[in-house]
């Protein structure tokens, strides 16, 4: 990959003062899912959400996307509002994320908050999948993938065609074809990361929706088995979305994890 490719510079949002929090959305969204928890945790944390490569507001450029490359970005913009260590909180894609950068950089990283993901590779099935599914993208654009997700992200009770169903389908369908291509090849390059959390020696929570059918309960209910002291969150009529679809949970875990996280720093 050249240097070129290397070179972004993230759109990010920041909320709040204290204990730097970096919250990563998944694939295809942007920032603007934690917009819930953006709000409530800025009186208790300095709340910072980026927009990953190739999703929202930040560049696009083409190329795999690999994990170890997406938690490089996000490193370097911690660099650049001189964050040294921080929470680190990833959804779905961004969990992955979260454990390759666990890999890179584990000094700077002061807690950990897992939100509807899990550390196993993919399949040699799902790998194919995503590899389809990153050429139409290239080719018909990012309407296929934001319509099949529409159908997997809310637990069953949310009304499609609600205006929060309505507000992650414009996220997703102006996601740019190059992101979601990039992020799914770099997915399906991923390795697994089961010993990276078997290791983890910072506060960890895990937030899980009960009706998530893009990672089941038992993914995180395996994942949580891995993680020394962990708190596993199960949230009530939540998918995928568990932020959005039940803000309020979601945020009153990870305002659990912010204060593990300033008892065990101080
Ligand atoms: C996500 O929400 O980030 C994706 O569903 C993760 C994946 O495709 O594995």
Do not use: C
Request: no cysteine; proline share 6%.
């Amino acid at each position: 990959m050249s240097e070129q490719v290397n070179m972004v510079e993230l759109y990010y949002e920041e909320r709040g003062q204290g204990l730097p929090v970096v919250l990563l959305h998944g694939f295809p969204f942007s920032h603007a899912i934690w917009q819930a928890q953006q709000a409530a945790l800025s009186d208790a944390a300095r709340i910072i959400t980026p927009d990953l490569r190739g999703h929202g507001k930040s560049p696009a450029p083409e190329g795999d996307y690999t994990m170890d490359l997406l938690a490089s970005d996000v490193l370097a913009l911690l660099d650049r509002l001189n964050v040294s260590r921080a929470v680190w909180v990833g959804h779905s894609m961004g969990g992955y994320i979260l454990m390759a950068a666990l890999r890179q950089a584990p000094d700077r990283i002061a807690g950990v908050g897992l939100v509807a993901t899990h550390p196993l590779a993919d399949a040699e099935e799902k790998r194919f999948q995503r590899r389809e599914s990153a050429d139409l993208a290239m080719e018909n654009g990012s309407g296929d993938t934001a319509f099949s997700m529409m159908s997997q992200i809310f637990a069953p009770d949310v009304d499609g065609t609600s205006p929060l169903a309505q507000s992650m389908y414009d996220i997703m369908v102006n996601t740019a074809p190059a992101g979601i291509a990039g992020a799914q090849r770099g997915m399906a390059l991923r390795p697994d990361s089961s010993n990276t959390l078997r290791e983890l020696s910072v506060p960890a929570v895990i937030v899980a929706g009960v009706d998530d059918k893009i990672i089941g309960l038992d993914k995180a209910r395996a994942m949580a088995a891995l993680i020394p002291g962990v708190q596993l969150v199960e949230v009530e009529n939540a998918g995928h979305m568990p932020m959005v679809e039940q803000p309020d949970a979601t945020t009153g875990a990870l305002r659990g994890l912010i204060r593990m996280v300033q008892a065990n720093e101080r």
